[in-house]
């Protein structure tokens, strides 16, 4: 572990209701907060496609959904699951497979302890 590398506070656990999430910002780095079916997660707010704020996509099962282009990471593993296709219009051009390219979600560790949730950054 790097001596930058620490636990931060977040929140109360009840902040972070079943299938919601929200945005923190801890040392200068947003992060998303989350609850899926009873289980944490938290991922870097940074879109691994294009940077977009991953914060205001939406969950969809265990993925978050990029409003951006509509790609889909799993939140738990941080996996690219799915990616939105471009042929949807007549007018949409098509992107080139390298601009297509994402890397994985950046995931923290996350966990409660006696009612209060941290994050591992
Ligand atoms: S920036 Fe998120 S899908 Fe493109």
Redesign the pocket.
């Known amino acids: 572990m790097s001596p930058n590398h620490m636990l931060h506070m977040i929140c109360s656990s009840e902040k972070i209701k079943d299938n919601t999430m929200q945005l923190f910002t801890v040392n200068d780095t947003d992060i998303v907060v989350g609850r899926r079916n009873g289980k944490l997660f938290a991922f870097n707010n940074s ?6 704020s ?1 914060s205001k ?1 939406g969950l969809k099962g265990d993925n978050i959904v ?6 889909e990471f799993n939140v738990f593993t941080g996996k690219l699951e799915n ?2 296709s471009w042929k949807r219009e007549d007018t949409w051009l098509e992107q080139n497979s390298e601009w297509r390219k ?1 890397g994985d979600l950046v995931l923290y560790h996350v966990n409660e302890k006696n009612g209060t949730i941290f994050v591992d950054i």
Not at 66 to 71: I, W
Request: net charge positive.
């Open positions: 879109c691994p496609h294009r940077g977009a991953l996509g990029c409003y951006m282009h509509g790609y990616m939105k994402a």
